[in-house]
T-cell receptor, first 112, second 113 residues
Framework: KNEVEQSPQNLTAQEGEFITINCSYS?????LHWLQQHPGGGIVSLFM???GKKKHGRLIATINIQEKHSSLHITASHPRDSAVYIC??????????????FGKGTHLIIQP | DAGVTQSPTHLIKTRGQQVTLRCSPK?????VSWYQQALGQGPQFIFQ???????QRGNFPDRFSGHQFPNYSSELNVNALLLGDSALYLC????????????FGPGTRLTVT
């Protein structure tokens, strides 16, 4: 069973700061997801990674397969980025999506 | 194009009762996964349905069961509710052969009293 650890659990920063959220996992994976969850529960998929780096707007996600580690970065953070960021991994290698294993999430607050 | 929809949005039940939650996948998706998210925790995988069969299951008791219909929509049933079943229940869908990017619904908040 894959164990997914995220750090930090809580993060409060000022608007404009560069944010880094880390995720590590214990067993080899086929894909890693970064998700954003706002109050009320709705989850939005931000990235799906199996290697390297992806960028979307102010968000950057990286993964190091050898080190079993991924990071989510937010540049020029804004109060609307305040949310819970969740790392989830897929361990299966078959077609389709096997169930994801989730971290507990990082609660991010960006203050104006 | 509607995304993943779930109903109801909120539900209050009493211990021992049974509950049914519903999910309609995103158009074109044939695979539905269900997750339970307790307050302050990350989601936990319950099970996944594909071609109207349970394809994979997480570490949940048999009180949790599901169904997938020919139109790919799905139901999650929980029998003999316990207080600990209070959680946000999330449904996610994807197309089994095209992508593994899961689209999540807004969730159903279940409170067991």
């Amino acid at each position: 069973k894959n164990e997914v650890e995220q750090s930090p659990q809580n993060l409060t920063a000022q608007e404009g700061e560069f944010i880094t959220i880390n995720c590590s996992y214990s067993v080899g994976i086929s894909a890693l997801h970064w998700l954003q969850q706002h109050p009320g529960g709705g989850i939005v998929s931000l990235f799906m990674l199996s290697s390297g780096k992806k960028k979307h707007g102010r968000l950057i996600a990286t993964i190091n397969i050898q080190e079993k580690h991924s990071s989510l970065h937010i540049t020029a953070s804004h109060p609307r980025d305040s949310a819970v960021y969740i790392c989830a991994v897929r361990s299966g290698s078959g077609g389709g999506a096997d169930g994801l294993t989730f971290g507990k999430g990082t609660h991010l607050i960006i203050q104006p | 194009d509607a995304g993943v929809t779930q109903s109801p949005t909120h539900l209050i039940k009493t211990r021992g009762q049974q509950v049914t939650l519903r999910c309609s996948p995103k158009s074109g998706h044939d695979t539905v996964s269900w997750y339970q998210q307790a307050l302050g925790q990350g989601p936990q995988f319950i099970f996944q349905y594909y071609e109207e069969e349970e394809r994979q299951r997480g570490n949940f008791p048999d009180r949790f069961s599901g169904h997938q219909f020919p139109n790919y929509s799905s139901e999650l049933n929980v029998n003999a509710l316990l207080l600990g079943d209070s959680a946000l229940y999330l449904c996610a869908s994807n197309h089994s052969h095209l992508e593994v990017w899961q689209y999540f619904g807004p969730g159903t908040r279940l409170t067991v009293t």
